[in-house]
RNA sequence: GGGCGAAUAGCUCAGUGGUAGAGCGCCGCCCUUACAAGGCGGAUGUCGGGGGUUCGACACCCUCUUCGCCCACCA
C-alpha cells in the first residue's frame, strides 16, 4: 500500500499545524482533568495583555511552558495549562485615549458608559487576535478554563479579597502623598513610574525674608514652581548658621503667607548646598514626612490635568513649565534670585503615558503592605518556591524587604471598580460583596459607588487561584494548587510574581508556584531592546511563516539558555529549520527502506550498529529529561541535535546502508534487526522531540508504523526503553578515528573522491578482529579496503596514528614527502605537548595523592596512548628522513 | 548611593574544577539513489587584565577595566 514515494520530499509544517491544532483540540488533549489520578503539574499562562499582538517575549515564554506541559503530560502527571487574558486597565487606557485624540474625542468627552463599551469591543477584537496567534505558537492550553480578569468569576474573587483585606484592616483609604499622571489622570503606584537618570536640570537658588525684615534665607530647589506651596524652610538642630533663626517667620514673597523656619534632623544634610531646604509637603515626599513630623500645613498646587489652582496665588491656571518660569522671573523682580548652577539628576515618567510624574497629596486605597510581604521573603528563604535562575531572589528579595504600602485606586474607568459605597449623609464607608442599597452605619439610601478602579496588577495578583474557581472550594484548587512553575521574564517579578506570592500565602495559605523560571529577554541583532517605537520588533508570526512553527520553536529553545537576555540571530533559526528538514530527510529515507511501511519487524536488534545506536539513544535521553527537568532548555536542544545530526544521521544511517542492500556479508536477518532499530528509534526520536517540535512529531508518528492515536498521548522515552552497549561503543570509536584517518589522507592528497584506496594497517589482533568484521563499513564510508601488515611500512606512504593502529597509504606518484613530513611532524608535535602536559601532572606527587583515583588512571591512561602515538609518528618522520 | 549581570573563534553564543565547544561565516574537495536546505576534510582562541584558592581554574574567591540592567525621596 504505502510506497516510500508517497512521503513528501519535503515537510509542510504550515499544512501539519493548520491540520493537528484543531485536531488537539476537538479531541479534547489539552483537557485537564483534576480528578484523574498522577501527580499534578499545573501551569496558569501569564495572561497576554488585550492590547497589543504576539511579541518575541510571549513566544518564547509560552514555548517554554507549551515545552514543560507535554513534556510532563507525556511523562504521566496529571497536567492542566490553565489560559487566558488580562484587561490591562491604563494599556488599554492608553491604546483607546490616542486612538479617541485621531477621531477628535476623549474619554471625558464620551463619558464612562460610552468608554466602557468601547472597551469591550475593543477587548473583545485583541482577544481573539492574540489568542489565535497564540495557538499558531501550538501551545496546549485547555481552552474550556480560558479565563478573562474581568470576567464574573475573577470579578467575584476580587471583590471577595477586597472585602476581606478591607475587613482584616490591609487594605485601608487615607490621604497620602500619591504619584499623579497629569496626562492619564490617575494615580500610578511607585512600580509605574520609571526613573530617567542624568539629566541634566539646574538648581536654582533664591531667598526667603524674614518676616520681622532683619534678614534672609537662602534655599535651593530643582523645581521652583512648588515654592507656591512651601510651608516652611528646613535646617539642621546643630547648624550654628542658622541656630537663632529656628522657629521665626518667613514672608512669603509672592502668596504672602508667613511660615516658619523648623529644624529636622532627619531632612537636613548641613553639607548640602546652603543647609537650609524648603518644604513643600503636598508635592515633594519628604517634606510630606516632615509636615507630618512638624504638623505643617498642606497647601496642594495641582488640578488633575496638571495645571495650577488657586493656591497657585497669580498662577492659577498655568502648567508646571510655565509657572517654573513666572516664578524664577517674579523672584528675580524681587531681588531675591541668588542664582543657578547645572545639576544632573533623576525626573519620574509615567510608564505609559511618558508625562513627568507629580508627587501630590491625595485621598486614595492603599495595601498595608508589610505584614504579606513578610511570608512571601519567607516562602523563598525556606525554598518553598525557588527562582531559576537562582540569582532572581536577590532582586525579589530587595524589593519585598523594603517594600511601602500599594496605592491600589486609579482615576481610570477600565477595571475592576472599587466595592466600596460613600454615604453622602453620614460620610461613612461601606465596604461588602454584594451591592448595598444603604449605609452600613446611618442607613441613609443617598449613597453612591466609589469611582475609582482596581490598580491592574490587583487582579493579577489572584491569578493562580482565581482562575481555579477562588473563593469556591473546588476540585481544581485542591488538584492544581500551588502550580509547578510560572515562567515569566525579570521585569514583572515586582508587579505581578511577588504580589501572588503574597496573596496567594494570605488567601491559600499556600505559595502559588514552587519553582518561578525567570526567562531571558530577547533583543535585537544590535542588542537593543525590540520596541515599536525603534522599529526593530521581530515578529514570531513571521518566523513561523519563515521557518515553520517547529523551526521556530526549537530555536526558542536553544536560545533560553539560564542568563539574562539572547541577542535574536535569525541565522540560527535558518540553521534549525535546516535541521527540521534534515530529521525528515532521515525519515524519508528509514520509510523508503522498510519491506512494509505498517509494520516492524519482530526481531530483537543484534548488529553492532544497532546495539552502538541504542546505547547513544539512551545517552540522549538521559540528557534530555535532565535538561527539561532543570529548565536547561538550550541543552534539551543541544542534546536532540547533537545526537539526530551527529550519530544518528551521519553515521548510523551510513554503515546502515549496505546492511540494508544487502551487501557484503550482510543477511536478512541483519537487516531486518536494521529496521527494527530504525523504526524504534525514530519512535523514541519522534516522541523525545515533541515537546520542543509538536506537530513535526505528530506527522512523524502518524506515519511510522504501529503507533497508535495522537503523539501527544504517547509515553516520553525512558533511559531504560535503550539498553547499554559499552562494546559495541568501543568499537565504533575506534571505527570511526580509522574512517576519519583515512578520509584525512583523501583530502589532504585530493585523492579523487571515486577511486579505491587500499590501506595497510598495523595493529594488534583485539583491533584487526573489529577491523575484519567492518571491512564493509570501510569500504562504503572511505572506500578503502585494508591489509593487516606486520613488518615495517613501505617508503611512499601517508600515515596516520590513532590509539591502537597505524594506517599507511600507498600514494606513489601522489606522495609528496616534504608535505608528508610537515603533517607528522605538526602532529608529532601536538603529541608532544599534550605528553607534556600528562607528564608534569603525573609526576607531581601531589597530584598523585589528591586528586581522585579515576582522574589519575585516566591521565596514566591518556598518557600511555600519547607514547605510544609519538612513538608511531616518530618512526614515520625517521623512514621519511 | 545600593544590588545584579556580562566580557570565550570573524559574528551570535553554550560551557555543571580534570587537555577549549556549537551554529553561522571562512578555506579545500565532492551533485555518493534520505537530504546541495547536503556530505567529507581543514583553519581560526593570550577564555577582558592582575592577584589568590586548588594537585589542577574558562569555571571558585578578591581586585581592576569596559559594557549593560534593576532599585533608591538627597533639596
Redesign the pocket.
Known amino acids: 500500500m504505502d510506497s516510500p514515494s508517497e512521503i513528501p520530499?519535503?515537510y509542510d509544517p504550515k499544512a501539519s499545524r493548520l491540520k493537528y491544532y484543531p485536531h488537539w483540540e476537538e479531541k479534547g488533549y489539552f483537557k485537564g482533568d483534576p480528578n484523574k489520578p498522577g501527580e499534578s503539574f499545573s501551569i496558569v499562562i501569564p495572561p497576554p495583555n488585550v492590547t497589543g499582538s504576539l511579541h518575541m517575549g510571549h513566544a518564547l515564554n509560552n514555548t517554554l511552558q507549551d515545552i514543560l506541559i507535554r513534556y510532563r503530560k507525556m511523562d504521566g502527571y496529571n497536567t492542566v495549562w490553565i489560559p487566558g487574558t488580562d484587561h490591562a486597565s491604563i494599556a488599554v487606557h492608553w491604546v483607546l485615549e490616542r486612538k479617541f485624540k485621531e477621531e477628535g474625542t476623549s474619554r471625558f468627552e464620551m463619558g464612562r458608559e460610552e468608554f466602557l463599551k468601547r472597551a469591550w469591543e475593543f477587548k473583545e477584537e485583541a482577544e481573539t487576535n492574540i489568542l489565535g496567534q497564540l495557538r499558531a505558537l501550538g501551545v496546549a492550553c485547555d481552552w474550556s478554563r480560558q479565563r478573562f480578569t474581568m470576567d464574573d468569576g475573577l470579578t467575584n474573587a476580587v471583590r471577595e479579597v477586597f472585602v476581606r483585606l478591607y475587613n482584616e484592616g490591609l487594605i485601608y483609604r487615607a490621604e497620602r502623598l500619591i504619584n499623579w499622571d497629569t496626562v492619564a489622570q490617575t494615580t500610578l503606584s511607585?512600580?509605574e513610574v520609571?526613573?530617567e537618570?542624568g539629566v541634566l536640570g539646574e538648581?536654582w537658588s533664591f531667598a526667603y525674608p524674614l518676616a520681622d525684615g532683619t534678614g534672609e534665607i537662602i534655599?535651593?530647589?530643582?523645581?521652583p514652581e512648588t515654592m507656591l506651596g512651601d510651608t516652611a524652610v528646613a535646617v539642621h538642630p546643630e547648624d550654628e548658621r542658622y541656630k537663632d533663626l529656628i522657629g521665626k517667620q518667613l514672608k512669603h514673597p509672592i502668596t504672602g503667607r508667613e511660615f516658619p523656619i523648623i529644624a529636622d534632623e532627619i531632612?537636613?544634610?548641613?553639607?548640602?548646598?546652603?543647609?537650609a531646604?524648603?518644604v513643600t509637603p503636598a508635592h515633594?515626599?519628604?517634606d510630606f514626612e516632615v509636615g507630618l513630623r512638624h504638623k505643617l500645613p498642606m497647601i496642594n498646587l495641582l488640578n488633575k490635568d496638571g495645571t495650577f489652582n488657586e493656591n497657585g496665588g497669580p498662577f492659577c491656571g498655568m502648567v508646571r513649565d510655565e509657572v517654573r518660569q513666572a516664578v524664577k522671573t517674579r523672584i528675580t523682580e524681587l531681588g531675591l534670585d541668588r542664582g543657578t548652577k547645572e545639576?544632573t539628576?533623576?525626573i519620574g515618567r509615567s510608564e505609559r503615558s511618558g508625562s513627568i510624574v507629580e508627587p501630590m497629596l491625595s485621598t486614595q486605597w492603599f495595601v498595608k503592605a508589610k505584614p504579606l510581604a513578610a511570608p512571601s521573603l519567607a516562602a523563598v528563604e525556606n525554598g518553598f518556591t525557588n527562582f531559576v535562575p537562582t540569582?532572581w531572589e536577590?532582586?525579589y528579595y530587595?524589593?519585598l524587604r523594603?517594600i511601602r504600602d500599594w496605592c491600589i485606586s486609579r482615576q481610570l474607568w477600565w477595571g475592576h471598580q472599587i466595592p466600596a459605597w460613600h454615604c453622602k449623609d453620614c460620610q461613612e464607608i461601606t465596604v461588602c460583596r454584594e451591592d448595598p442599597s444603604e449605609c452600613a452605619k446611618c442607613g441613609s439610601t443617598n449613597i453612591e459607588q466609589d469611582q475609582d478602579i482596581l490598580d491592574t496588577w490587583f487582579s493579577s495578583a489572584l491569578w493562580p487561584f482565581s482562575t481555579m474557581g477562588w473563593p469556591e472550594k473546588t476540585d481544581e484548587l485542591a488538584k492544581w494548587y500551588p502550580t509547578a512553575t510560572l515562567t515569566t521574564g525579570f521585569?514583572i517579578i515586582?508587579f505581578w510574581v511577588a504580589r501572588m506570592m503574597m496573596f496567594g500565602q494570605y488567601f491559600m495559605g499556600h505559595v502559588p508556584f514552587k519553582d518561578v523560571y525567570i526567562h531571558a529577554l530577547i533583543?535585537d541583532?544590535h542588542?537593543e531592546k525590540m520596541s515599536k517605537t525603534k522599529g526593530n520588533v521581530v515578529n514570531p508570526l513571521d518566523m513561523i511563516e519563515k521557518y515553520g512553527c517547529d523551526g521556530f520553536r526549537f530555536t526558542l529553545a536553544a536560545f533560553a539558555?539560564?542568563?539574562?537576555d539572547?541577542?535574536w540571530?535569525e541565522?540560527?533559526a535558518?540553521?534549525y529549520?535546516?535541521f527540521?528538514?534534515?530529521i525528515w530527510?532521515?525519515f524519508?529515507?528509514t520509510m523508503?527502506n522498510l519491506d512494509n511501511t505498517q509494520v516492524v519487524p519482530k526481531v530483537t536488534p543484534h548488529g553492532v550498529y544497532d546495539r552502538w545506536i541504542r546505547h547513544q539513544m539512551r545517552l540522549a535521553i538521559g540528557d534530555l529529561r535532565e535538561?527539561l527537568e532543570n529548565y536547561?532548555f538550550?541543552?534539551a536542544a543541544?542534546a536532540l541535535?547533537q545526537f539526530i545530526?551527529d550519530e544518528f544521521?551521519?553515521w548510523y544511517?551510513?554503515l546502515s546502508?549496505p546492511i540494508l542492500y544487502g551487501k557484503g556479508t550482510a543477511t536478512e536477518a541483519d537487516k531486518e534487526s536494521v529496521q527494527a532499530t530504525l523504526i524504534e528509534i525514530f519512535n523514541a526520536l519522534a516522541r523525545a522531540m515533541h515537546p520542543i517540535m509538536p506537530f513535526f512529531s505528530e506527522e512523524l508518528w502518524q506515519q511510522l508504523p504501529e503507533t497508535e492515536g495522537s503523539i501527544m498521548n504517547a509515553s516520553f522515552p525512558k533511559v531504560e526503553d535503550f539498553e547499554e552497549a559499552p562494546q559495541a561503543a568501543a568499537e565504533m570509536v575506534f571505527l570511526k578515528d580509522v574512517?576519519?584517518s583515512i578520509?584525512?589522507i583523501?583530502?589532504?592528497y585530493?585523492v579523487v573522491?571515486k577511486q579505491q584506496i587500499k590501506a595497510l594497517i598495523r595493529t594488534d589482533e583485539k583491533h584487526l578482529q573489529w577491523l575484519r568484521a567492518h571491512e564493509q563499513s570501510l569500504q562504503t564510508l572511505a572506500r578503502t579496503s585494508f591489509e593487516p601488515l606486520d613488518g615495517s611500512a613501505p617508503e611512499k606512504v601517508a600515515t596516520q596514528v590513532v590509539d591502537g593502529a597505524e594506517i599507511f597509504v600507498e600514494l606513489s606518484d601522489l606522495i609528496d614527502l616534504e608535505d608528508e613530513r610537515e603533517r607528522l611532524k605538526k602532529d608529532l608535535e601536538k603529541v608532544e605537548?599534550?605528553l607534556a602536559?600528562?607528564n608534569k601532572?603525573l609526576s607531581?606527587e601531589?597530584?598523585i595523592q589528591?586528586?581522585?583515583q579515576a582522574?589519575v588512571e585516566?591521565k596514566q591512561q591518556?598518557l600511555g596512548l600519547?607514547t605510544e602515538k609519538k612513538g608511531h609518528l616518530e618512526d614515520a618522520l625517521n623512514r621519511l628522513a
Do not use: I
Not at 219 to 223: I, Q
Not at 561 to 564: F, H, K, N, S, T
Open positions: 520530499k519535503h511607585d512600580l520609571v526613573h537618570e538648581l534655599v535651593a530647589t530643582t523645581r531632612l537636613v544634610d548641613p553639607q548640602f548646598g546652603t543647609g531646604v524648603k515633594d515626599p519628604n545639576h539628576m533623576n540569582n536577590n532582586t530587595s524589593w523594603d521585569d515586582f533583543r541583532e542588542g539558555a539560564q542568563g539574562r539572547v541577542r540571530d541565522s540560527r535558518a540553521g529549520n535546516k527540521v528538514n534534515k530527510q532521515a524519508r529515507f523508503g535538561a536547561r538550550n541543552d543541544a541535535y545530526w544521521c551521519d544511517l551510513e546502508k574512517v576519519g578520509r584525512r583523501r583530502a589532504d585530493q573522491p605537548k599534550d602536559t600528562l601532572q607531581n601531589n597530584f589528591r586528586a581522585p582522574v585516566e591518556l600519547a
